[in-house]
């Protein structure tokens, strides 16, 4: 080629990376031990992996296979050196993470290699993306090590930590959960994929060479079907942290149900690009090639599905045709090119056949002229049109260089087409009104949403799924809960459990009373000295004695008082076997219509968090004026005294308050990650929840778990207290005459565990709170894989409601709200 040719074409040559420092490395080192406890160990099996090129198909290391008596020995490691490691002060742990952060720097390029050798993506990635990505991940987590005492009091570190981690992003992905884990005081084993286990290794080194004490990090490089899944069972870890694809977060969430392990998933998504007719298209057309095409578009928040405004469609893809003509495929160590390769033969087929898929179901198919090398693992950059919104193109997750495009005239089209799949991991807005950006944003189900930007992150900002694309975040403050749990419930005590469970049992007496008492309960053995308050006369009790006018109550639905389906009710008694009453029997078809209404008010979301805070004050201004009435309610059902009834009205009068004054306090945080402009961290509401609540405290346990959840605009369906209902049954004037809005609250009472195993396999609930027993906590956290909604139970574990401490607070307003980053980009 003449150096005319060169200016005409701007053609430019290979830049290879050079190889050799990495293959050295892996050569010296290979086959490749575990590391547990600080020593590289030989897997107990004797076996080994093979870890193979993607870009030319060759050998490049073995690396152990580990089985489950490895793994047992990582998890004692852990466990031991959790002792002391949770002990270590945070100034000691942040200066350990700094040290991981510096040495990060100091082989910077070594990991950059062996990440694109292993991977197959490009060094440019690696070199620029990746590797300064994990040291910021560190340094970032030193900082909240060294604050953790003043700013998460009261909480401590979870235990040992089991972490699986994907191929997409071997070393990144280990930074985001080793990170926080060890600032919080937690020790780790990680298990790294199969297909890219070289930079876990060479971090362990690191770990040697800056002395973390032993047992803190152990690494298994191994098998998902021994060394995964001997993980995920393992009876001493007490949580796991997944990234990975939606179905094995599904099955490690069954796995784990009712184990008492803490789990975050990070999984699939398949996430809208948004583009309005008067975005910057020269920036749109850049940022589509960042969107699907970095990392070959294996990305889990990759904008796959490209939503363009109708007016501009035509001339938009014909420019993107364009500049995917210049796009460059190739081997990974050249740093001119844009597109590496796809990590495996077996992704490779799984991407072909998809797209084989498409062109079947009638969608049309573009690629460029140019075709990628035939040596390796490599899958052109690809462009469908004519895509229906139901396809197979539209709904699966492709984990390639695959784009799909659809058109939308309206922006509130744009909003519908964005959200028709079931993930929500990340969306993109493109538009040089800023007022359309920020009003679509929040409309978006997707934890991240970039304007004018796509695939930023930083680890300030935290990360992670709406709906199947999983739960729980990465980065940012809110990732820290992640990885710590409230220090009382150490000592809470499963009390709960067994009392909850024994009483579950004991009232199972039907129809109506035995000792030939009203439903009200109003005979005369009803007054005893429990109810008599001070200064009550006799005339009250003879009054008392008259027979009651029955007062049933019946389910509360969309804001109004519905007959059970069943037909059937439940007798409500005394501790002392009395009847007092009898509540309607609900049933599936009862929570379908609790939930349909609570959908129909989905409105609530978006009233004014000054509205909320009124109609919670309002709540607690008609319930003030009934005191003596919840007071007696409360006697009646369990028994206690008249002056420890009448103060848990007291206590959930102040808890209305205190939800009341939340409303317009837990708003977010705004980040400065380093790029010119802003993050808006937005905690939302997270939409329809289905909340089971507790046997103690009949009023208290209702309001402490109802009023969070409303004060971040969720509608709720609530299961109240199985034997003592009533309290929350005579909520219902309480809520009409206070201008709540329909189907903002709707209650259903019957029998609490199905009701709310109900709830957890009901594909329209975001998520699920129980509180009850241990089996009911197991059944709802298997339910809920169904669509990976949300769960929070307690184990069975008893909870203070009383004390504020346990009973209200950030907890509950951080497990009732899912934070949005929205990322907002300034400058011309
Ligand atoms: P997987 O979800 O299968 O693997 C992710 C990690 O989990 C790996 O370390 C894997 O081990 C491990 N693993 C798999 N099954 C189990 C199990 N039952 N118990 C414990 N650990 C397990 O992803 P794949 O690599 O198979 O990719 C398949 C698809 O998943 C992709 O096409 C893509 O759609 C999606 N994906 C999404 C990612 C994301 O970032 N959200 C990342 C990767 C994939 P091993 O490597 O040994 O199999």
């Known amino acids: 080629m003449s150096v005319m040719d060169i200016f005409a074409t701007m053609e430019y ?375 229906s919104p139901a396809s197979t193109l539209a709904q699966v997750e492709i984990f390639g260089p695959v784009l799909v495009a659809m058109t939308f005239r309206t922006p509130a089209e744009a909003v519908a087409l964005a959200n028709n799949t079931p993930y929500g991991l990340a969306a993109s807005v493109w538009s040089e009104n800023i007022n359309l950006a920020l009003d679509i944003a929040p409309r978006l189900k997707a934890g991240s949403v970039w304007i004018n930007c796509t695939n930023l992150f930083d680890a300030s900002s935290g990360f992670g799924g709406y709906r199947e694309s999983g739960f729980g975040r990465e980065g940012g403050k809110e990732g820290l809960y992640e990885y710590v749990r409230p220090a009382w419930e150490t000592h809470a005590e499963a009390t709960s459990a067994t009392t909850e469970e024994r009483a579950a049992r004991a009232p199972e007496r039907d129809g109506a009373s035995e000792n030939g008492t009203s439903p009200d309960g109003a005979s005369g053995e009803m007054i005893d000295d429990k109810l008599s308050t001070p200064g009550q006369s006799n005339g009250h009790a003879f009054a008392a004695m008259l027979p009651a006018i029955d007062r049933t109550p019946k389910l509360f639905i969309g804001g109004k008082q519905v007959r059970p389906d069943s037909g059937y009710s439940r007798s409500i008694y005394t501790p002392d076997g009395r009847l007092i009453g009898e509540v309607g029997e609900g049933n599936r078809k009862d929570i379908r219509n609790a939930v349909e209404a609570a959908h129909a008010a989905s409105g609530w979301a978006s009233a004014s968090t000054h509205n909320r805070a009124q109609i919670l004050y309002y709540l607690a201004e008609n319930l003030s004026i009934r005191e003596d009435e919840f007071a007696r309610r409360i006697v009646q059902q369990t028994g206690r005294s008249y002056a420890d009834a009448a103060s848990e009205v007291q206590v959930t009068l102040s808890r209305l308050f205190s939800y009341a004054a939340w409303c317009d306090k837990f708003e977010g945080v705004v980040h400065r990650p380093p790029l010119r402009g802003v993050v808006l961290a937005m905690p939302e509401a997270i939409g329809v929840m289905g909340i089971a609540c507790p046997d103690d405290y009949p009023l208290l346990g209702f309001i402490s778990l109802v009023a969070p959840a409303m004060a971040m605009g969720n509608t709720v369906v609530v299961v109240p207290s199985q034997r003592s209902p009533l309290s929350a049954t005579d909520c219902y004037q309480v809520f009409e005459t206070s201008d709540l809005p329909g189907g903002v609250v709707n209650i259903v009472t019957g029998e609490r565990d199905s009701l709310a195993q109900l709830l957890a396999e009901h594909d329209d609930v975001d998520a699920v709170w129980y509180f009850g027993g241990t089996e009911g906590s197991r059944r709802v956290e298997f339910a809920s894989a169904g669509n990976m909604k949300r769960t929070w139970v307690n184990y069975g574990r008893a909870r203070n409601w009383l004390d504020a401490l346990q009973g209200e607070g950030e907890e509950f307003l951080r497990e009732a709200t899912q934070v949005k980053n929205i990322w907002v980009p300034y400058g011309e």
């Open 13 to 387: 040559g290979p830049a290879p990376e050079a190889a050799a420092p990495a293959l050295d490395w892996i050569k010296e080192r290979q086959p490749f031990g575990l590391f547990i406890n600080n020593q590289w160990v030989q897997p107990s099996s004797g076996e080994y992996l093979e870890s193979v090129s993607p870009a030319t198909g060759r050998l490049l290391a073995r690396v152990a296979a580990a089985g489950s008596a490895d793994v047992d020995a990582a998890v004692a490691a852990a466990r031991a050196a959790f002792a002391t490691w949770s002990e270590t002060s945070g100034h000691v742990r942040a200066r350990y993470l700094y040290a991981i952060a510096r040495h990060i720097q100091k082989h910077s390029r070594l990991l950059a290699v062996l990440e694109s050798l292993d991977n197959g993506k490009s060094i440019r990635e690696t070199r620029d993306i990746d590797i300064p990505l994990v040291a910021r991940h560190f340094y970032y987590h030193a900082g909240w090590a060294q604050l953790m005492a003043s700013e998460l009091p009261g909480y401590q570190p979870v235990g040992v930590v089991g972490q699986i981690i994907p191929w997409n992003f071997p070393l990144l992905m280990l930074a985001w959960k080793i990170a926080p884990a060890l600032a919080m005081g937690n020790t780790v084993v990680l298990k790294p994929a199969r297909y890219t286990p070289l930079t876990a290794l060479k971090f362990a080194e690191i770990v040697q060479e800056i002395g973390l004490p032993p047992g803190v990090v152990n690494i298994v490089t191994g098998e998902a079907s021994q060394a995964g899944e001997a993980l995920v069972k393992h009876p001493d870890v007490n949580k796991i942290a997944f990234t990975g694809s939606t179905e094995v977060g599904r099955s490690i969430r069954r796995a784990t149900a009712g184990s008492g392990k803490k789990l975050s998933l990070e999984l699939g998504g398949k996430s809208p690009f948004i583009v309005f007719d008067d975005a910057d298209l020269d920036s749109v057309i850049e940022g589509i090639v960042d969107a699907i095409w970095f990392n070959q578009g294996q990305v889990c928040c990759a904008g796959s599905r490209l939503l363009v405004q109708e007016d501009i469609a035509e001339p938009l893809i014909a420019r993107l045709r364009a500049r995917m003509e210049k796009l460059r495929t190739g081997d990974s160590l050249d740093k001119a090119i844009d597109i590496g390769a796809i990590v495996s033969p077996g992704q490779l087929k799984e991407i072909q056949r998809l797209v084989d898929q498409g062109v079947a179901e009638g969608a049309e198919m573009w690629q460029p002229q140019w075709t990628p090398p035939s040596e390796g693992c490599y899958f052109p950059p690809t462009l469908f049109t004519n895509v």
